[in-house]
Every structure is written in C-alpha cells, then in structure tokens.
C-alpha cells in the first residue's frame, strides 16, 4: 500500500492558462474523490468517481473544471482559463465502495497558485 | 445540506495537558472521520468512527450518533500534536463535508 499520490505538489500558473493535476488512488480503491481546501476553510467536495463513472459532481465545479478517470484508476482534474479564485489545496482521496469501513484516505495535495 | 460544526476553533495548550475537542453535526450520518493536518497540509487518519469509541495510542474517540456528536479526547499532549484538526461526516451520499476545524498549539 503505496497510499494515494499526486502530482504536482505545486503549480503556479497565470491566469487564463490551463492547468492538469493527476491523482493515484490506492491501487484497490475503486472510489476517487476530488477536493478543494482554501486557506483556513476545511476541505470542499468536488467531485466523485466509482471506477471510471462520475457519479457526483459539487456545484463548486463549474463548467471550467473537468475531471476524467478513464480506466478506472488514475485520475485527472483540468482547470480552464484559470482566475485568481482557483487559488487553492486540491485534494484527492480514494476508498472502497464495500466491506466495512468506507475510510477515505488523502493524497499529499496539489497547492496551486494563479497570478 | 448537512452541517458540521467543531469547537473550539483554537486551542492553545502546554506540553502533558490534555484536551477535548467537539464536532457536532446536523442530521444523520454513515461515516465520521477525524484528522489532522499537518503543517504542509498531509490529511493524516486519526479515526473512523460513526459511531462508538476507540483509542489509538494518546488519542480517542467517541462519537454518540443518537445525539449527533463527536468528540477527540487528546491525552499528555506533545508538540507534534500541534496542527489542525478536522472532522468530517458523511451522510446519504459519498462526499465528506468538513468542519472548519480546530487549531491546535502545543507550547513545550
């Protein structure tokens, strides 16, 4: 158990470019949630994947965010057009969907910054 | 949709103290999870407990569900325990909605 990785750790971009952050969740963990924490506020849900199906989506992900998981396993979260109020903590988690406890479990985070 | 509530939202302590720490909820729930982030902003787990109580070294939970409420008891505390920490409840869907967590300080 390698835990769940992302990359980058960090970004800064300029506004109105566009930017992708990936997420590998828990190699057995066929839930993957994606977050967003901004400075001094708990963390938002985004959005949420079983296997490769978007099964949720927060109102907070505007039409400038997608967010893909093509087979199943990784993920990928695109902003477009980047504004200064994307500045954030973007946090991914994975889980599974049965058994027992549905802990989810975090990545490191991806602090991205746009100027 | 549902609220989350911690208290208190600082704490300041000296080094052996120990301390309670409060999440209050709104409605029903499934999951509860308590964490702590650390200061480059790693979610550490520190408990899964909708319901119940556990302990884990220092540190324990009890989460009363009938009366939406949980609680993190942190015992002889250390300054690694310093950090931010938060609880999150899950209720009829998958996403967890945070509360806007408890700042601790442990002074040596």
């Known amino acids: 158990d390698t835990g769940v990785s992302q990359n980058p750790r960090h970004k800064i971009t300029k506004r109105g470019q566009n930017v992708t952050f990936r997420c590998d969740p828990i190699s057995e963990h066929n839930r993957l949630y994606w977050y967003r924490q901004t400075l001094g506020q708990g963390p938002e849900f985004l959005t949420y994947f079983q296997n490769e199906a978007q099964l949720e989506k927060s109102r907070l992900l505007s039409d400038r965010f997608s967010a893909e998981r093509p087979k199943g396993s990784f993920s990928t979260l695109e902003i477009q057009r980047t504004e200064q109020g994307d500045s954030a903590m973007y946090l991914c988690a994975s889980s599974l969907s049965s058994g027992g406890a549905k802990t989810q479990y975090f990545g490191p985070g991806t602090r991205l910054l746009v100027l | 949709g549902i609220q989350v509530e911690q208290s208190p939202p600082d704490l300041i302590l000296q080094e052996g103290a120990n301390s309670t720490l409060r999440c209050n909820f709104s409605?029903?729930?499934?999951?509860l999870q308590w964490f702590h982030q650390n200061p480059w902003g790693q979610l550490i787990n520190l408990f899964y407990i909708p319901s119940g109580t556990k302990q884990n070294g220092r540190l324990s939970a009890t989460t009363v569900a009938t009366e939406r409420y949980s609680l993190l008891y942190i015992s002889s505390s250390q300054t690694t325990d310093s950090g931010v920490y938060f609880c999150?409840?899950?209720?009829?869907?998958?996403?967890?909605?945070f509360g806007g967590g408890t700042r601790v300080l442990v002074k040596p």
């Open positions: 409605d029903s729930v499934n999951n």
């Open positions: 999150a409840v899950g209720a009829a869907g998958n996403k967890l909605t």
